[in-house]
């Protein structure tokens, strides 16, 4: 029997040898598409395709970023059952996961899978369900963070607030219409407002216990007609809100610098990557400020727990402002990154005359104050605001976009009951946001108290700040 059996494993082990060796599976499947952007009915440039090939064994993963056209390619994948997703900077604002889609990819064939974002009536469906919303309006969602106890906030207001322009058909007379809204944050701390305008500046701010956080600011992009704000509060570091506070806090009151004992550091970045010196920073309603070293690197210290702004500005650059979740006694790393503004070739000074020939018109009448590109540089002045500040004709309430300029004369505006507003005339364009420009991009400036010696098509009553961009 032992024989036998050696002759049988000898006979199997010939046959084995004899048999012909079969190919390996070559990877000659393609799989392609294009992903669209059906918020804005384009393509989507950048989106990253994730690939997961789950048979056969073993499992393997791909990804692959879509060219300016949406399109993209994955070529010699084995053939097999893959998922398909896409991953894109607008959905992680949105804080949504699309579903993958499921493929079976056959040898040597083509395979194409097209993916897409939601549309913007899919998003207001999700967020505003039996909701109907014209266009112009939109929804606020997201979820309030308890920063002291590290839990979500329960029953905390989010206030928000906005003015609409109104034209009084007797008189053609456009005046600004406050408008303010809230919501309640449930169990799980969220919170949900439909129906606010979108393309629109919005101030928000979270009320909890008597007490009102920093005042953020942002819009809802009309196209998506969602936007997602995630903040945390803390009720140490928030101010106590005055009698009658219903939605966010006056912008004309003057309020005492926010501090604490958290902190921010990191690094600033330019457009291609580099590190960037000398950079300035802040976190808006504090008293801290820095400038990056050599190295891009800035440090913030004393601030207060909660969500707070922190506000980049660098001479040709965009000013970035951008929300910092702080915890008390802790310290956060956050990268900033500017865009660059606009590029200036070189100039070369061919004559002395004055370019603003208005402004020096105006200085020959010897009413107002004014002020040469070499006044304010001379200053240093971190924003446009702080050159009024030790003005009498004027009070600047507030910081960063949300400052206002009110006439120091005490006079009282019909429409706020709370200060008259100055008018600001940037390029000739009326009524502008005070810091909506920086210190180093004007080239002169004038200041009129009231009408006496202004000039007559400029709107004067509660004084006029009349500035000149460099050209």
């Known amino acids: ?12 082990a010939a046959a084995l040898a004899a048999a012909p060796t079969l190919p390996a599976q070559r990877p000659s499947a393609r799989l392609e598409g294009t992903v669209t952007d059906s918020m804005h009915a384009r393509p989507l440039a950048g989106a990253t395709v994730l690939v997961t090939r789950n048979a056969p064994e073993p499992g393997a993963w791909y990804s692959v970023v879509t060219d300016a056209r949406g399109r993209y390619r994955l070529d010699t994948l084995l053939a097999g059952r893959y998922s398909v997703a896409v991953s894109h900077a607008i959905l992680d604002s949105l804080e949504l996961v699309l579903p993958s889609q499921t493929v079976e990819l056959a040898e040597g064939r083509r395979t194409t899978v097209d993916l897409g974002l939601p549309s913007r009536a899919t998003l207001m469906a999700g967020t505003c369900p039996g909701v109907a919303l014209a266009r112009g309006a939109g929804a606020l969602r997201g979820e309030v963070h308890d920063a002291d106890a590290d839990r979500p906030l329960v029953g905390a207001t989010v206030a928000v607030r906005w003015s609409d322009l109104v034209v009084d058909r007797a008189t053609l007379q456009v005046s600004d219409s406050v408008q303010t809204v ?7 701390g969220q919170f949900r407002i439909c129906g606010l305008p979108t393309d629109s500046w919005l101030v928000v701010q979270v009320q909890h216990a008597g007490r009102g956080g920093s005042v953020l600011r942002g819009t809802i992009e009309d196209s998506v007609g969602v936007a997602v704000l995630n903040v945390s509060f803390s009720e140490e570091a928030a101010r106590m809100l005055a009698a009658g506070d219903t939605a966010a806090p006056d912008e004309w009151r003057a309020l005492p610098p926010l501090r604490g004992t958290a902190s921010v550091s990191g690094t600033v970045l330019g457009e291609s990557g580099q590190p960037m010196a000398g950079v300035q920073l802040r976190v808006l309603e504090t008293v801290a400020t820095a400038r ?5 690197r800035y440090a913030l210290s004393a601030l207060p727990a909660g969500t707070q702004l922190l506000e980049a500005k660098q001479i040709g650059y965009r000013i970035v402002q951008q929300t910092v979740n702080l915890q008390r006694g802790r310290g956060l790393e956050v990268a900033v990154r500017l865009k660059r503004l606009v590029s200036l070739d070189s100039i070369r000074i061919v004559a002395q005359r004055s370019r603003y020939r208005e402004f020096e018109r105006n200085r020959k009448n010897a009413f107002g104050q004014f002020l040469t590109g070499e006044d304010i540089e001379r200053r240093n002045a971190f924003e446009v605001s702080d050159l009024l500040r030790t003005t009498l004709a004027f009070r600047v309430v507030g910081q960063g976009f949300d400052a206002k300029v009110m006439s120091g004369r005490g006079r009282i505006s019909v429409l706020t009951q709370a200060g008259c507003m100055t008018n600001v005339v940037i390029d000739g364009i009326q009524h502008q946001d005070i810091n909506f420009l920086q210190p180093s991009d004007i080239g002169a400036m004038e200041m009129y108290a009231g009408p006496a010696g202004a000039p007559p098509q400029y709107d004067s009553v509660c004084g006029l700040i009349v500035i000149w961009t460099k050209r």
């Open 292 to 296: 990056t070293d050599s190295a891009g």
């Open 182 to 188: 809230g919501a309640t944050t449930n169990a799980n």
């Open 1 to 12: 029997m032992r024989l036998i059996r050696l002759a049988l494993v000898a006979v199997m």
